[in-house]
Every structure is written in structure tokens, then in C-alpha cells.
């Protein structure tokens, strides 16, 4: 399931990615007007209405990839109990004390 989602997931980034280039910008990037400026749409839709369809279709793309992180993230920390987990709340383990060394003896003769 999880692989199903993460390849949705890269999807709607590359096509939000395509979308986004799409778009016209201040300085002309890669937009594709209907104005006749750089190979258009033969006048399918004005440069307004193709704005706004771009606009939209990020909007919705941009959505869709929210989601499916958000989803992502979910599911990836599944494995984890319900209960936040804190050090705080963890039992207190008594410390062992080491046991004082005894003085060493004395050498023995030979």
C-alpha cells in the first residue's frame, strides 16, 4: 500500500513540477500563451483563461501532494504505540553501587 501511495506521490511532483513551468512568468519562461508569442495554442484559449486553468490545476496538484506526504507520514510511523513516548514516564532503574575493593596484602616471601 505504501509503495502505491509513495508512486502517486512522485507523480503529482512531476506534474506539478511541469505545471509550474508552464505558467508564464515576468519573464517569459515557459509559458504558453495563446498570443501568438511563442507557438501558443493556435487561439484554443485566450492567455487568461489559460492562466487560470494552470493556476487551478497546480492548486489542485499542490493538494494532492499535501495528501499523499501527510499520508506518507502516517503511515511510515504506524509501528509506534499511541502513547507519546518520554523518558520521563519510563521507570526508574535503581543504580547498582560497586562494592569498595579490598586493600591489597601484603607480598608473600619465598
Known amino acids: 500500500m505504501i509503495t502505491v501511495i509513495l508512486v502517486i506521490h512522485l507523480l503529482l511532483a512531476i506534474a506539478m513540477v511541469g505545471a509550474v513551468l508552464l505558467q508564464r512568468s515576468e519573464g517569459g519562461g515557459l ?3 495563446g498570443d501568438g508569442g511563442g507557438g501558443g495554442m493556435g487561439g484554443f484559449m485566450t492567455g487568461r483563461d489559460t492562466a487560470n486553468l494552470l493556476t487551478r490545476t497546480t492548486a489542485f496538484l499542490a493538494a494532492g501532494f499535501m495528501a499523499t506526504s501527510m499520508i506518507l507520514a502516517v503511515m511510515a510511523g ?3 504505540s499511541s502513547e507519546p513516548a518520554s523518558i520521563m514516564n519510563q521507570p526508574v532503574k535503581e543504580q547498582v553501587v560497586p562494592a569498595i575493593p579490598e586493600q591489597p596484602k601484603a607480598p608473600l616471601a619465598k
Do not use: L
Request: proline share 0%.
Open 31 to 33: 509559458g504558453m500563451g
Open 78 to 80: 504506524g509501528g509506534r
